[in-house]
């Protein structure tokens, strides 16, 4: 069979991503290709189980409603008997007179069908309502329709995200948009009411009064099976919970976290596996009661193996789908063997349960505002990533899997010593004592933003670091900046004596290219970098955050005074892109106006030197004669000692100082 583009309400469409290959065993439901418009972005379900026997499209193609994406082996009986409903359905609402259809057949008609002959056409108002997306809560993320607007059957009109998936919203009628009862931002869940929709051709006594179909008892009895095998009660049933993907061969048991006989909830971690890219919890699917693990501690595992059985609650009509999809796949065993075989533990498998979430509730939401599939974001839950840090390679900056994959493995190889740092930190220390005989203690979290920074700053135990200290005259300097402050103030700039100092470091490490440059990894060499981006450290209600600053060396004291004040301002407001955080190869950290006397920054990995600024103090400084009060600025500037010496170091704060006395030998 072939699987075609439905109509995902535009004319045309892009293949963004192929999520299959020749060869590949898909189950009902399975997204097999993603398609991007100027609308939106759709997965593609397959309709059906089957092998994947051939694509038709490749990555950039255009395809509009009906064009063929792939071609399907499928389950033959499932399909065929599929169709058969369907058609049976069709035939029945053509043969027989509209007043003799049943409701249930008649409401799959085009609204004009369903009048009874010889009534007059008019317009009624429809509620389209929040279809089971499978989560008891979700939020209105986007708003797909205005009023006024014409809608078709199955156009998607509001954009619904939950912590499990983005989900587009379709119309179960067409119409005319009359009113919208939600708003971006609302908390919905199954059966609220999102629009109102005026259909055409429908009567007020027809919708109330639709006579029950007269159809005899052999042709309800199908439909009659399927509502009863809908309504069947609750049944028990043993489901395996396998290992997702987690893009890798082989993962490792890391910790069982659950016994035998044990009762667990539907997406409870059960199981932490291991890979060199992600560590992952596997919930549950659903609730239940473990009857058998399969694994033990250690042992290496693939994707879709059995970790453990657990007894819960399946209803009997997906029990059914189950045992008669693998019949109908084990007769066709004879024909095809291996694809057969394949089919057939495929349809027995439940669904694997997609990896426990590792993001928290901040970093979730932060994720929802990126251009990315469900599939994707799904993934990035899965291996704790935040999407906003991915570099993007797909059509309109989306991102795909293979980006999340890239940055998984960058983040790991490039960072592989935070991990080592934070374990032999935790490995130095015993455990805190129990202060309960001491009046006892109260837990508070600290912030998403320290908690990241703690593999970051243990790095540290690892660098050799001394700090240089120094005192700048800056009295004329800030005499300057005082008639200039006005000025700057009318054009709605703050002018600090930081922009000042960034000017001439950027300066200084052009003269001094070791000090933005990096240790190799093989501690042979320096990399010497091309480029100036400096680290501006800034204090948040969550903690200190280092946005950077790009080539201060090609811009006016003016230029990074404007963009200081929109890098802090954007760090406080939580604003900060990937991008603003990346590619720093020296950083300055100002105390300001707090108060102290010196402080040794730490230096910030990989980066080899860092600059701390103290309040600056009026002090007595000998000129020969006497002493004048002068406005004296502290520098700590902390460095690697393995890139930097000593006498290196104290040149360079020197001839910092020496600019900052001043600043017109810039010019020189």
């Given at each position: 069979m072939h699987i075609k583009t439905p109509d995902i309400g535009v004319d045309k469409a892009t293949v963004a991503e192929i999520l299959v290959k020749v060869g590949d065993c898909i189950a009902v439901e399975d997204s097999v290709v993603l398609l991007e418009s100027?609308?939106?972005?759709?997965?593609?379900?397959?309709?059906?189980?089957?092998?994947?026997?051939?694509?038709?499209?490749?990555?950039?193609?255009?395809?509009?409603?009906?064009?063929?994406?792939?071609?399907?082996?499928?389950?033959?009986?499932?399909?065929?008997?599929?169709?058969?409903?369907?058609?049976?359905?069709?035939?029945?609402?053509?043969?027989?007179?509209?007043?003799?259809?049943?409701?249930?057949?008649?409401?799959?008609?085009?609204?004009?069908?369903?009048?009874?002959a010889g009534t007059s056409s008019a317009s009624?108002?429809?509620?389209?309502?929040?279809?089971?997306?499978?989560?008891?809560?979700?939020?209105?993320?986007?708003?797909?329709?205005?009023?006024?607007?014409?809608?078709?059957?199955?156009?998607s009109i509001v954009v619904v995200e939950s912590d499990k998936a983005t989900v587009e919203v379709p119309s179960s009628?067409?119409?005319?948009?009359?009113?919208?009862?939600?708003?971006?931002?609302?908390?919905?869940?199954?059966?609220?009411?999102?629009?109102?929709?005026?259909?055409?051709g429908l009567t007020a006594q027809a919708e109330v009064t639709a006579e029950p179909a007269k159809v005899t008892p052999a042709e309800t009895r199908p439909i009659q099976a399927e509502a009863e095998a809908e309504s069947a009660p609750a049944a028990s049933a043993v489901i395996e919970i396998s290992v997702p993907d987690l893009g890798v061969d082989k993962?490792?048991?890391?910790?069982?976290?659950?016994?035998?006989?044990?009762?667990?909830?539907?997406?409870?971690?059960?199981?932490?596996?291991?890979?060199?890219?992600?560590?992952?919890?596997?919930?549950?699917?659903?609730?239940?009661?473990?009857?058998?693990?399969?694994?033990?501690?250690?042992?290496?595992?693939?994707?879709?193996?059995?970790?453990?059985?657990?007894?819960?609650?399946?209803?009997?009509?997906?029990?059914?789908?189950?045992?008669?999809?693998?019949?109908?796949?084990?007769?066709?065993?004879?024909?095809?063997?291996?694809?057969?075989?394949?089919?057939?533990?495929?349809?027995?498998?439940?669904?694997?349960?997609?990896?426990?979430?590792?993001?928290?509730?901040?970093?979730?939401?932060?994720?929802?505002?990126?251009?990315?599939?469900?599939?994707?974001?799904?993934?990035?839950?899965?291996?704790?990533?935040?999407?906003?840090?991915?570099?993007?390679?797909?059509?309109?900056?989306?991102?795909?899997?293979?980006?999340?994959?890239?940055y998984v493995?960058?983040?790991?190889?490039?960072?592989?010593?935070?991990?080592?740092?934070?374990?032999?930190?935790?490995?130095?220390?015993?455990?805190?004592?129990?202060?309960?005989?001491?009046?006892?203690?109260?837990?508070?979290?600290?912030?998403?933003?320290?908690?990241?920074?703690?593999?970051?700053?243990?790095?540290?135990?690892?660098?050799?670091?001394?700090?240089?200290?120094?005192?700048?005259?800056?009295?004329?300097?800030?005499?300057?900046?005082?008639e200039l402050k006005a000025n700057f103030k009318k054009d709605g700039v703050s002018l600090t004596i930081l922009a000042f100092i960034a000017k001439a470091l950027a300066h200084l490490l052009k003269e001094e290219p070791?000090?933005?440059?990096?240790?190799?990894?093989?501690?042979?060499?320096?990399?010497?970098?091309?480029?100036?981006?400096?680290?501006?450290?800034?204090a948040t209600a969550d903690g200190l955050t280092v946005p950077v600053l790009r080539h201060p060396d090609q811009k006016s004291v003016k230029q990074i005074a404007i963009e200081l004040g929109e890098l802090s301002q954007k760090a406080r407001d939580r604003k900060l892109s990937p991008k603003d955080l990346q590619g720093a190869n020296f950083t300055i950290t100002s105390l300001g106006s707090i108060g102290g006397t010196a402080f040794t920054p730490l230096v910030n990995w990989p980066q080899v030197a860092i600059l701390g600024i103290s309040p600056a103090t009026m002090q007595p400084v000998w000129n020969g004669e006497s002493f004048d009060p002068r406005l004296m600025l502290p520098l700590s500037l902390s460095y690697d000692h393995r890139v930097i010496n000593g006498a290196d170091a104290a040149r360079f704060t020197h001839k910092l100082t020496q600019l900052l006395a001043d600043i017109r030998t810039l010019l020189l």
């Open positions: 100027d609308k939106a972005s759709v997965e593609v379900p397959s309709p059906a189980a089957g092998i994947v026997k051939s694509i038709s499209v490749s990555l950039g193609d255009e395809v509009n409603e009906g064009s063929v994406l792939l071609e399907l082996e499928a389950e033959d009986a499932a399909s065929t008997a599929a169709d058969a409903v369907q058609q049976t359905a069709e035939n029945r609402a053509t043969a027989l007179p509209d007043q003799e259809i049943m409701p249930e057949l008649a409401s799959h008609q085009p609204a004009a069908s369903a009048q009874p009624a108002s429809v509620e389209v309502k929040l279809p089971d997306i499978g989560v008891e809560k979700a939020l209105v993320g986007e708003i797909l329709v205005s009023i006024g607007d014409h809608i078709e059957i199955d156009q009628v067409a119409g005319i948009v009359e009113s919208i009862e939600v708003h971006e931002g609302d908390t919905v869940k199954e059966g609220v009411l999102l629009i109102k929709v005026k259909v055409a993962a490792t048991v890391a910790e069982i976290l659950v016994q035998v006989g044990d009762r667990v909830e539907a997406d409870q971690s059960i199981i932490v596996v291991e890979s060199d890219k992600a560590t992952v919890e596997v919930p549950s699917s659903i609730a239940g009661v473990i009857k058998a693990i399969h694994v033990r501690v250690g042992q290496s595992v693939s994707q879709g193996a059995a970790l453990l059985s657990i007894e819960g609650q399946a209803t009997a009509s997906v029990q059914a789908t189950q045992v008669a999809a693998a019949e109908k796949i084990a007769a066709k065993a004879e024909a095809v063997p291996e694809k057969a075989v394949a089919l057939t533990q495929k349809a027995q498998a439940p669904i694997i349960a997609s990896g426990a979430d590792k993001l928290t509730q901040a970093e979730n939401a932060a994720n929802a505002e990126v251009y990315a599939g469900p599939a994707v974001r799904k993934l990035a839950r899965e291996l704790g990533v935040v999407l906003a840090k991915v570099q993007a390679s797909g059509a309109h900056e989306r991102v795909m899997k293979e980006d999340v994959f890239a493995k960058t983040r790991l190889t490039t960072g592989q010593v935070a991990p080592v740092a934070q374990a032999v930190a935790a490995a130095s220390l015993p455990k805190l004592p129990d202060f309960s005989a001491f009046g006892g203690t109260q837990e508070k979290a600290m912030t998403r933003l320290q908690q990241v920074s703690v593999p970051q700053l243990s790095l540290n135990n690892f660098i050799p670091q001394v700090t240089q200290f120094d005192l700048a005259d800056i009295t004329d300097l800030e005499a300057w900046r005082g070791y000090f933005s440059g990096h240790l190799a990894d093989d501690q042979k060499s320096v990399l010497l970098r091309n480029e100036i981006h400096m680290g501006i450290a800034v």
